[in-house]
């Protein structure tokens, strides 16, 4: 756990520049520690788990909770009733069903697209073509508000390979008139910055290791 850590990046961070702790895998306690010295956008990745804490943390209003995992169909409801954001919309079936759960529980979620923006199996996301094509669909769906995209960069890439990726990105939310990109983690984040993200992913680097 290292606070100094947080205010440190925070004190070198451009204005417009949030910062998401990730605290998927770390405990009630430690969210606690970090919200106490101003942090109050956290990131949870696997439903549950976030519950839990957000029933202990009930007391913390200024919490904002964004998911940020992969979207489950069936787990859908309970992110739109329990998340004010969502970063992880990777695909046009899943915001349509997004966008309909919310017009029921009466919500209005800030979304995230999920962007694919290189041939990496493991990563999901909406090609950059197929969104486009679906642009006009997206905005007239109902109870979202569409916010900006979100990517994230296969592991080992270079300081500028990360980079082009990043100002891909950047590049295409610009083209769609979004204001944010959630882009950079614990270990790009500096790249990140100079290339448009305006929501910075960071566990490890406020945290520490995961237990």
């Not at 956008?41 to 804490?53: I, L, R, V, Y």
């Not at 508000?145 to 590049?171: A, Y």
Request: net charge positive; charged share 25%; with cysteine.
């Amino acid at each position: 756990m290292n606070p100094s850590n947080y205010l440190k990046i925070k004190n070198q961070i451009p204005s417009n520049v949030n910062i998401l702790a990730v605290s998927k895998g770390f405990k009630s306690q430690e969210i606690k520690t970090i919200q106490n010295i101003g942090q109050n956008d956290f990131g949870e990745s696997k439903f549950q788990e976030a519950f839990e804490k957000q029933l202990k943390l009930k007391d913390l209003k200024q919490i904002k909770w964004h998911f940020i995992g992969r979207i489950q169909s069936n787990k859908v409801r309970k992110i739109v009733q329990n998340f004010k954001y969502i970063h992880s919309v990777d695909s046009f079936e899943k915001l349509q069903k997004i966008s309909r759960i919310s017009c029921e529980e009466k919500k209005n979620p800030f979304i995230m697209l999920q962007v694919k923006l290189s041939d990496d199996p493991s990563k999901g996301g909406f090609r950059p073509e197929l969104l486009v094509s679906k642009w006009s669909q997206i905005q007239e769906l109902k109870n979202i508000t569409l916010k900006g995209l979100m990517t994230i960069n296969p592991r080992g890439l270079s300081s500028k390979e990360n980079s082009e990726l990043f100002k891909k990105c950047r590049s295409l939310a610009d083209s769609l008139q979004l204001q944010d990109c959630s882009m950079g983690m614990s270990g790009d984040w500096e790249e990140a910055i100079d290339s448009g993200s305006t929501w910075l992913r960071l566990g490890s680097l406020i945290f520490g290791d995961r237990s």
